[in-house]
């Protein structure tokens, strides 16, 4: 294979055009360094050396991404090639989907100016994250003069059968074994074969097996004295009996060789074998000269001689031939080596030292030894190989966190690497019952450490995944638990990520929002401090959220100081939040189709990026925007779509797409399954204690239950609606009392009602205070004070009118009409009348009719 490739490399190198050239190769070993060959095409384009300070390094890249790619996506894609290749300055981790788009943006760009020939290597050692990038890298690119160029052994079809079947003018080579004639032409060519017998000649090629390897092993053999040996049954046998005619000094230094990789470096062997200079030089012209390997061309670490195998089995048979407590010993010098000359970056070389310090522990305890300081080390690179994982592939993160967990060599060490699987078991697994587990002990042993600001993030980790199983109660209680224990603490990351996912707790329920108010700006005011952009970004969006109710232009300011720092950084999944909470907010401000726009631009930048599942939650919220708009038949036409690409991720946003469905059908005349639907979606949602569910839900409940008789079911929804009391309930009361007001009055809660509207009449969003005075308006009316009952309602429905919301606007013209009609001006009447019964044609709301 590899020679197949250099042959290719050459008949490029003699064309007269420019034909860029990147290659990397796959590592056999370690979790969360699959990656290890883009990360190397990155770092030659970059001219990034491995050991390089952190700061050069992201010099380089920064000025790379600049020269290639340019402009506004320049950002996001500098931090997309920052986790991959290690350099990422926060720990917040990018959708999977988000990083694979900065990659082929970047790779894209470097075919603007001339061809680009990709040459991936050692294919059958990729995990699936960058097998699934590569099978999608022609497809995304079919246009562009790439050329992708990858080698693997052939079991990769056995254990990934999909592999390259989806790929857009894909062409498999396969290296079928030589025929007997090439074999016994190439054997002869390599090696004087004039002396052997007919038999023993076909028994040598034979043993070859089509294999051009053990013919230049069994050749090498010969010519290094072995000639008279059997030829062995397999290429391993054969490589064995060269390494054995080897002496003692030259094989010890390649074993020790095999330790550090596929790729060596000589000061590393001078290190772990405490070898002069001479020794080290002799050793390496030996092995040059019977090509067992040989020197790197353009080496990968600043300052070091590199070598590599020549061939992966000789590293596999050298490596296996070392004692245990040799192999342990060597793995501990290499890892003591490789970080000391990583010291500036150690995050860069997590993931070898992982393995090397994980390798010589583990060999130290089968032979009975204790070495807590292995024990150490082995942890601290585990955790720190999570940590670059978490970035860019989260199921390699989960492995290294419960490797980490299930080895850590004290109880601090295991209750940081809980918390932190316990967040990746909630954010990327949806492993809800594993993540309350984890982070369940996690608490208890923080409790016992007495580290009272980490024992709080547990508790709030906790309540998120209580909070999404359908379990508000218990997310409460650790709520309020977490804020106890922080009251007194001094201002950390801790404090401040547990402070922000307690506010974000309450601001979400609305059940405490002057709380949630304090909550989040203890934490915005932290962050400011302590936290990296992320945290900051993330800390303004929980402050928009929280805040909103009471001061909605504040609220507005936080929200666009956060997108502006995610912007600037390149953060698109926060980007993506705020936009999204943003929208929740200024729906009640600016309308339905100004925050349109907004919504609109996080899903075409989720899509750019892509990152699936934001873009799918953003288009369950563009519903919304259409409902109000009355762009029904429009939401009617995706929402199937969303239902089934939703159906295996979230039950909320299934719950949420069939809430829109089934009201919108419920209006068009549906009365036999759209009312179950709802009350369905409603219980879940009082489950939850999600208060931007279950108000709605509740409201559509009630004037299904009663538009299809059921009184008695509509009176205990109404029942279960009003007990739910403050600001953040009434509002939701408010924007929803135009499917609701008329069931409501006639079920006998005009005083209830009246109460919580008049709570909203105020309000900081406008069309919330505008609604609210609609149903305050119908309220008097239908009490018999038809003149202030007809003020209200036209004050009302000019910031309806104003703000485009067509379907309550429309909704509230009928009350208007008959309010005009109490006052004696049926012309007016019938005209109201006319424009809301043209709007109600228009979108088929045959009930409305």
Same mark, same amino acid.
């Given at each position: 294979?590899?020679?197949?490739?250099?042959?290719?490399?050459?008949?490029?190198?003699?064309?007269?055009?420019?034909?860029?050239?990147?290659?990397?190769?796959?590592?056999?070993?370690?979790? !969360?360094?699959?990656?290890?060959? #883009?990360? $190397?095409?990155?770092?030659?384009?970059?001219?990034?050396?491995?050991?390089?300070?952190?700061?050069?390094?992201?010099?380089?890249?920064?000025?790379?991404?600049?020269?290639?790619? %340019? !402009?506004?996506?320049?950002?996001?894609?500098?931090?997309?090639?920052?986790?991959?290749?290690?350099?990422?300055?926060?720990?917040?981790?990018?959708?999977? $989907?988000?990083?694979?788009?900065? +990659?082929?943006?970047?790779?894209?760009?470097?075919?603007?100016?001339?061809?680009?020939?990709?040459?991936?290597?050692?294919?059958?050692?990729?995990?699936?994250?960058?097998? /699934?990038?590569?099978?999608?890298?022609?497809?995304? !690119?079919?246009?562009?003069?790439?050329?992708?160029?990858?080698?693997?052994?052939?079991?990769?079809?056995?254990?990934?059968?999909?592999?390259?079947?989806?790929?857009?003018?894909?062409? @498999?080579?396969?290296?079928?074994?030589? !025929?007997?004639?090439?074999?016994? %032409?190439?054997?002869?060519?390599?090696?004087?074969?004039?002396?052997?017998?007919?038999?023993?000649?076909?028994?040598?090629?034979?043993?070859?097996?089509?294999?051009?390897?053990?013919?230049?092993?069994?050749?090498?053999?010969?010519?290094?004295? %072995?000639?008279?040996?059997?030829?062995?049954?397999?290429?391993?046998?054969?490589?064995?009996?060269?390494?054995?005619?080897?002496?003692?000094?030259?094989?010890?230094?390649?074993?020790?060789?095999?330790?550090? %990789?596929?790729?060596?470096?000589?000061?590393?062997?001078?290190?772990? =074998?405490?070898?002069?200079?001479?020794?080290?030089?002799?050793?390496?012209?030996?092995?040059?000269?019977?090509?067992?390997?040989?020197?790197?061309?353009?080496?990968?670490?600043?300052?070091?001689?590199?070598?590599?195998?020549?061939?992966?089995?000789?590293?596999?048979?050298?490596?296996?031939?070392?004692?245990?407590?040799?192999?342990?010993?060597?793995?501990?010098?290499?890892?003591?080596?490789?970080?000391?000359?990583?010291?500036?970056?150690?995050?860069?070389?997590?993931?070898?030292?992982?393995?090397?310090?994980?390798?010589?522990?583990?060999?130290?305890?089968?032979?009975?030894?204790?070495?807590?300081?292995?024990?150490?080390?082995?942890?601290?690179? &585990?955790?720190?190989?999570?940590?670059?994982?978490?970035?860019? @592939?989260?199921?390699?993160?989960?492995? *290294?966190?419960?490797?980490?967990?299930?080895?850590?060599?004290?109880?601090?060490?295991?209750?940081?690497?809980?918390?932190?699987?316990?967040?990746?078991?909630?954010?990327?697994?949806?492993?809800?019952?594993?993540?309350?587990?984890?982070? &369940?002990? /996690?608490?208890?042993?923080?409790?016992?450490?007495?580290?009272?600001?980490?024992?709080?993030?547990? #508790?709030?980790?906790?309540?998120?995944?209580?909070?999404?199983?359908?379990?508000?109660?218990?997310?409460?209680?650790?709520?309020?638990?977490?804020?106890? =224990?922080?009251?007194?603490?001094?201002?950390?990351?801790?404090?401040?990520?547990?402070?922000?996912?307690?506010?974000?707790? +309450?601001?979400?329920?609305?059940?405490?929002?002057?709380?949630?108010?304090?909550?989040?700006?203890?934490?915005?005011?932290?962050?400011?401090?302590?936290?990296?952009?992320?945290?900051?970004?993330?800390?303004?969006?929980?402050?928009?959220?929280?805040?909103?109710?009471?001061? /909605?232009?504040?609220?507005?300011?936080?929200?666009?100081?956060?997108?502006?720092?995610?912007?600037?950084?390149?953060?698109?999944?926060?980007?993506?939040?705020?936009?999204?909470?943003?929208?929740?907010?200024?729906?009640?401000?600016?309308?339905?189709?100004?925050? *349109?726009?907004?919504?609109?631009?996080?899903?075409?930048?989720?899509?750019?990026?892509?990152?699936?599942?934001?873009?799918?939650?953003?288009?369950?919220?563009?519903?919304?925007?259409?409902?109000?708009?009355?762009?029904?038949?429009?939401?009617?036409?995706?929402?199937?779509?969303?239902?089934?690409?939703?159906?295996?991720?979230?039950?909320?946003?299934?719950?949420?797409?069939?809430? +829109?469905?089934?009201?919108?059908?419920?209006?068009?005349?549906?009365?036999?399954?759209?009312?179950?639907?709802?009350?369905?979606?409603?219980?879940?949602?009082?489950?939850?204690?999600?208060?931007?569910?279950?108000?709605?839900?509740?409201?559509?409940?009630?004037?299904?239950?009663? *538009?299809?008789? @059921?009184?008695?079911?509509?009176?205990?929804?109404?029942?279960?609606?009003?007990?739910?009391?403050?600001?953040?309930?009434?509002?939701?009361? /408010?924007?929803?009392? +135009?499917?609701?007001?008329?069931?409501?009055?006639? #079920?006998?809660?005009?005083?209830?009602?009246?109460?919580?509207?008049?709570?909203?009449?105020?309000?900081?969003?406008?069309?919330?205070?505008?609604?609210?005075?609609?149903?305050?308006?119908?309220?008097?009316?239908?009490?018999?004070?038809?003149?202030?009952?007809?003020?209200?309602?036209?004050?009302?429905?000019?910031?309806?009118?104003?703000? @485009?919301?067509? *379907?309550?606007?429309?909704?509230?013209?009928?009350?208007?009409?008959?309010?005009?009609?109490?006052?004696?001006?049926?012309?007016?009447?019938?005209?109201?009348?006319?424009?809301?019964?043209?709007?109600?044609?228009?979108?088929?709301?045959?009930?409305?009719?």
């Amino acid at each position: 294979k590899s020679r197949l490739v250099a042959e290719f490399g050459n008949v490029l190198d003699d064309r007269p055009d420019v034909v860029m050239w990147r290659q990397g190769r796959c590592l056999p070993y370690g979790e !969360g360094i699959a990656y290890n060959a #883009l990360s $190397e095409v990155v770092k030659a384009q970059a001219g990034i050396l491995q050991a390089e300070s952190p700061t050069a390094a992201r010099a380089k890249l920064h000025d790379t991404v600049e020269n290639v790619v %340019g !402009g506004d996506e320049a950002p996001w894609v500098c931090r997309a090639l920052e986790a991959l290749t290690g350099l990422e300055e926060d720990e917040v981790a990018l959708q999977p $989907e988000e990083a694979a788009a900065g +990659w082929r943006r970047f790779i894209g760009a470097l075919t603007d100016d001339s061809p680009l020939v990709l040459v991936i290597e050692d294919l059958h050692w990729a995990d699936d994250g960058l097998l /699934a990038f590569l099978n999608e890298l022609p497809n995304w !690119g079919f246009d562009l003069p790439l050329f992708l160029v990858c080698t693997a052994r052939p079991e990769i079809y056995s254990e990934r059968p999909e592999w390259a079947a989806t790929t857009r003018n894909a062409i @498999d080579v396969g290296l079928a074994p030589l !025929g007997e004639d090439d074999i016994a %032409g190439l054997l002869d060519e390599l090696v004087d074969t004039s002396g052997l017998s007919t038999e023993r000649h076909s028994e040598l090629v034979a043993r070859c097996g089509g294999n051009p390897l053990y013919a230049i092993e069994y050749a090498s053999l010969v010519r290094e004295g %072995g000639g008279e040996l059997a030829p062995p049954d397999s290429v391993q046998a054969l490589i064995a009996a060269r390494l054995d005619l080897l002496d003692s000094d030259t094989r010890l230094f390649l074993q020790a060789a095999s330790v550090v %990789g596929r790729v060596f470096w000589s000061q590393a062997l001078m290190y772990m =074998l405490s070898l002069e200079p001479d020794a080290t030089d002799s050793a390496i012209r030996e092995l040059r000269s019977r090509e067992l390997a040989w020197p790197v061309r353009m080496p990968s670490m600043h300052g070091q001689t590199e070598f590599m195998f020549r061939h992966v089995l000789v590293r596999d048979v050298a490596y296996g031939q070392i004692p245990r407590a040799d192999r342990a010993r060597l793995h501990e010098n290499v890892a003591r080596w490789m970080e000391a000359l990583s010291v500036e970056n150690l995050a860069e070389t997590a993931a070898q030292l992982a393995h090397h310090y994980s390798t010589a522990h583990e060999l130290r305890k089968h032979l009975g030894e204790e070495r807590p300081d292995l024990a150490e080390q082995a942890f601290r690179f &585990t955790t720190l190989a999570a940590e670059q994982a978490a970035n860019l @592939d989260g199921r390699a993160a989960l492995v *290294l966190y419960q490797q980490a967990a299930d080895t850590a060599p004290g109880k601090r060490s295991r209750a940081d690497a809980l918390v932190a699987l316990a967040r990746i078991q909630h954010d990327v697994a949806g492993s809800l019952e594993l993540s309350i587990e984890n982070s &369940t002990e /996690a608490a208890q042993l923080f409790e016992e450490l007495g580290d009272l600001a980490n024992q709080a993030l547990a #508790l709030t980790q906790r309540s998120r995944s209580f909070w999404l199983s359908n379990d508000g109660s218990r997310a409460d209680t650790d709520r309020k638990r977490a804020v106890v =224990l922080i009251e007194d603490l001094p201002v950390s990351k801790s404090a401040a990520q547990a402070l922000q996912m307690a506010a974000t707790g +309450w601001a979400v329920e609305g059940s405490d929002p002057d709380r949630a108010i304090e909550l989040a700006l203890r934490s915005l005011a932290m962050a400011r401090q302590v936290g990296s952009p992320s945290d900051l970004a993330m800390a303004l969006r929980v402050s928009g959220d929280a805040i909103s109710i009471r001061d /909605a232009e504040r609220a507005r300011g936080f929200y666009d100081e956060g997108l502006e720092i995610a912007a600037e950084n390149g953060l698109t999944r926060e980007e993506i939040y705020i936009r999204n909470n943003m929208h929740g907010h200024l729906i009640w401000l600016d309308g339905p189709l100004v925050t *349109l726009d907004l919504i609109e631009g996080g899903i075409k930048l989720a899509g750019q990026r892509n990152i699936d599942n934001a873009e799918l939650f953003l288009s369950v919220t563009r519903m919304e925007n259409l409902l109000w708009l009355g762009r029904w038949n429009e939401a009617l036409d995706e929402v199937e779509a969303l239902i089934d690409r939703a159906a295996n991720r979230s039950t909320m946003i299934v719950d949420m797409l069939q809430t +829109w469905r089934a009201l919108m059908q419920l209006m068009m005349g549906n009365v036999d399954e759209a009312p179950d639907a709802l009350i369905d979606t409603q219980s879940r949602a009082v489950e939850v204690k999600d208060m931007q569910a279950v108000m709605p839900t509740t409201s559509f409940a009630i004037a299904a239950s009663y *538009l299809t008789g @059921d009184r008695a079911g509509a009176t205990a929804l109404a029942d279960q609606l009003f007990t739910y009391e403050g600001p953040v309930a009434a509002a939701f009361l /408010a924007v929803n009392i +135009w499917i609701s007001a008329d069931s409501l009055f006639e #079920l006998g809660y005009s005083e209830e009602l009246e109460a919580s509207l008049g709570a909203a009449e105020n309000a900081q969003h406008r069309v919330t205070a505008a609604m609210a005075r609609v149903g305050l308006g119908l309220i008097d009316l239908r009490r018999g004070d038809a003149e202030r009952g007809l003020d209200r309602i036209q004050t009302g429905r000019g910031v309806l009118a104003a703000t @485009d919301f067509r *379907l309550t606007d429309n909704a509230a013209r009928i009350w208007e009409a008959e309010a005009l009609w109490a006052t004696g001006d049926k012309d007016g009447a019938r005209a109201a009348l006319a424009e809301a019964r043209e709007f109600f044609e228009e979108i088929g709301a045959r009930l409305y009719l």
